[in-house]
């Protein structure tokens, strides 16, 4: 596959999704419709190094999530057109939960393409916190 078979817009894709999955994390009523950007068998979530496969997995993971008020600072979207027609994103940016101070964050996507529509395939997320034992 040449660099001109690549999806061209991928920089857009990347950014909406980004800017779509966040609005829906950061509101716990909204949670929820995260389910449907994950595939039910395949998909692999790495969140603070815990591993799950597949939605269910993923989304008990999410909703045992406790904070309810997110300040969030997105600094950047990268994103970069994979040959199979997916998507890689990485995100950089700044947390606050309820009234815990401010981390940084990371959180690398990759989504695969079904047609014309795209599943969230891998999803890594990690505060900024060093243990320094």
């Known amino acids: 596959m040449s660099l001109n078979q690549l999806n061209p817009a991928y920089e ?3 950014k909406g999704f980004v800017q779509q999955y966040y609005v829906l994390f950061d509101d716990p009523s ?10 039910p068998e395949t998909s692999f979530m790495t969140f603070e ?5 597949g939605t ?13 008020k997110i300040n969030r600072v997105v600094t950047s979207v990268d994103s970069q057109p994979m040959f199979d027609g997916g998507i890689l994103i990485n995100v950089l940016g700044r947390l606050q939960c309820d009234e815990d101070p401010p981390h940084p ?22 505060l900024g916190i060093h243990d320094t034992m």
Request: net charge positive.
């Open 30 to 39: 909204q949670r929820p419709s995260l389910a449907a950007m994950y595939n």
């Open 105 to 126: 964050f990371n959180q690398v996507f990759v989504l695969k393409s079904v047609g014309t529509t795209f599943y969230c395939a891998h999803d890594i997320f990690r």
């Open 49 to 53: 190094g815990v591993q799950l496969q």
């Open 12 to 14: 857009a894709i990347g």
């Open 56 to 68: 269910v997995k993923i989304m008990e993971k999410l909703n045992s999530l406790t904070f309810q």
